[in-house]
């Protein structure tokens, strides 16, 4: 069965602090990742996908197919950066994909 | 730009009874989508609507919920009769191309569903 696992529940660093947030996924082939955020009062948005390589808000987030998986860092924390994050694989089916599927979150804190 | 917007954002009703979810996509996004979340559970996947056409809908829990996207605008999902364990937030959202549907998808704010 296809699998997202977020080990963490929640994560609390401190701000300027290092933060990587992990996942790892359970799939054969070859999916297509994403990031999603959920910052309080404020609906669940995109925050990364992997095939664009862009970094968001400081965050990148680096494939690791031997190791299937699909950690999201950011070398500086900060207070803003407090949020749900989710990891969200989707499947590719010869060129259409799949849905999402979410992982169960991990709740990041940055103290001041 | 006008987001997902759903209706309503809270909904308490008892077992048994009937409730109607209703989600609004962005204009001109073809996908629409049926999430929700349980208590302590991930979100998981319900279906997925390609204009008026149900793409998937490997995810609806049992034959107690019926999605509609009438016309390829606006969804309905219709819990009848609810059940304790149907109570969670339901969420929408919605996203552009066909080819990879989920390029971004947009997100409404949820409808949180409470059965008592």
């Known amino acids: 069965a296809q699998r997202v696992t977020q080990p963490e529940k929640l994560l609390s660093v401190f701000k300027g602090a290092p933060v990587e947030l992990k996942c790892n996924y359970s799939?054969?082939?070859?999916?297509?990742l994403f990031w999603y955020v959920q910052y309080s009062r404020q609906r669940l948005q995109l925050l990364l996908r992997h095939i664009s390589r862009e970094s968001i808000k400081g965050f990148t987030a680096d494939l690791n197919k031997g190791e299937t998986s699909f950690h999201l860092k950011k070398p500086f924390a900060q207070e803003e950066d407090s949020a749900m994050y989710y990891c969200?694989?989707?499947?590719?089916?010869?060129?259409?994909?799949?849905?999402?599927?979410f992982g169960k979150g991990t709740k990041l804190s940055v103290k001041p | 730009e006008a987001g997902v917007t759903q209706f309503p954002s809270h909904s308490v009703i008892e077992k048994g009874q009937t409730v109607t979810l209703r989600c609004d996509p962005i204009s001109g996004h073809d996908n629409l989508y049926w999430y929700r979340r349980v208590m302590g559970k991930e979100i998981k996947f319900l279906l997925h609507f390609v204009k008026e056409s149900k793409q998937d809908e490997s995810g609806m829990p049992n034959n107690r919920f019926l999605a509609e996207r009438t016309g390829g605008t606006y969804s309905t999902l219709k819990v009848q009769p609810a059940e304790l364990e149907d109570s969670g937030v339901y969420f929408c959202?919605?996203?552009?191309?066909?080819?990879?549907?989920?390029?971004?998808?947009?997100f409404g704010s949820g409808t949180q569903l409470s059965v008592l």
């Open positions: 959202a919605s996203s552009q191309g066909a080819r990879r549907p989920n390029e971004k998808l947009f």
């Open positions: 799939y054969s082939g070859s999916p297509e």
């Open positions: 969200a694989p989707a499947m590719n089916y010869g060129g259409s994909q799949g849905n999402l599927i």
